[in-house]
């Protein structure tokens, strides 16, 4: 399968500062990046799709202003969580597909988010 | 709106046992079906997928599900279960055309596996 690439895997962070995650596609164009949530012993919340080039697309519920969401290349998605506080730590995790992998979507291994 | 249920939370089954991981689904179109397997502070692994034809699907690690339109379900099975099996699965539901692969999540089912 395709390999997406998430960094950093963890983060530790000070409330009021900015965090910025990665999403890379190694192996394919990623014409379309999926940004998900987690929460302990919880399933996926999609938070935002983005497509390259355009603006992101946020869930409802979702503040874009508080997670920023950057698809600016083929291979590169950054989610950035800005003035992060606790309530925002989470597991979040990219998923990618595009280009000749068609229509399924692969998974990075996701980013956990400790705000302290 | 789409939704996927999955109605248990934990299973714990011992090593060479078989398995079976529910999943319904509410859809209001043809849907495009999904397992996935997450271990530990881990991101996610497509086990199988299902859009058409043959009602049951093959997939990875010996897993195998079966699509049955009548009872809207999608249910995960495995002949003998490997303690490496140990992991959180999710099914998912998403659109066959249009939306890419905008998936809805059920809760997930914890696997737990007695030696």
């Known amino acids: 399968g395709a390999v997406v690439s998430q960094h950093p895997s963890w983060v530790i962070c000070k409330s009021g500062t900015s965090v910025k995650i990665e999403c890379r596609s190694l192996?394919?164009?990623?014409?379309?990046m999926f940004w998900y949530r987690q929460f302990p012993k919880q399933s996926l919340m999609l938070m935002a799709t983005s497509n390259e080039g355009s603006k992101a697309t946020y869930e409802q519920g979702v503040e874009k202003d508080k997670f920023l969401i950057n698809h600016a290349s083929l291979t590169l998605s950054t989610l950035t969580v800005t003035s992060a506080h606790p309530e925002d730590s989470s597991f979040y995790i990219c998923?990618?597909?595009?280009?000749?992998?068609?229509?399924?979507?692969?998974f990075g291994q996701g980013t956990r988010l400790t705000v302290v | 709106a789409q939704s996927v249920t999955q109605p248990d939370i934990h299973i714990t089954v011992s090593e060479g046992a078989s398995l079976e991981l529910r999943c319904n689904y509410s859809?209001?179109?043809?849907?495009?079906l999904f397992w996935y397997v997450q271990s530990p502070g881990q991101g996610l692994q497509l086990l199988l997928k299902?859009?058409?034809?043959?009602?049951l699907v093959q997939g990875i690690k010996g897993f195998e599900a079966e699509f049955k339109r009548s009872q809207s379900s999608f249910n995960l099975r495995k002949p003998s279960v490997h303690w490496s099996d140990a992991a959180e699965y999710f099914c998912a539901v998403g659109p066959l055309t249009g939306g890419g692969n905008k998936l809805t999540f059920g809760t997930g089912t914890q696997l737990k596996v007695e030696l």
């Open positions: 299902y859009f058409s034809g043959d009602t």
């Open positions: 998923s990618a597909r595009g280009g000749l992998k068609g229509t399924e979507a692969f």
């Open positions: 859809y209001g179109a043809t849907p495009y």
């Open positions: 192996d394919f164009q990623a014409t379309t």
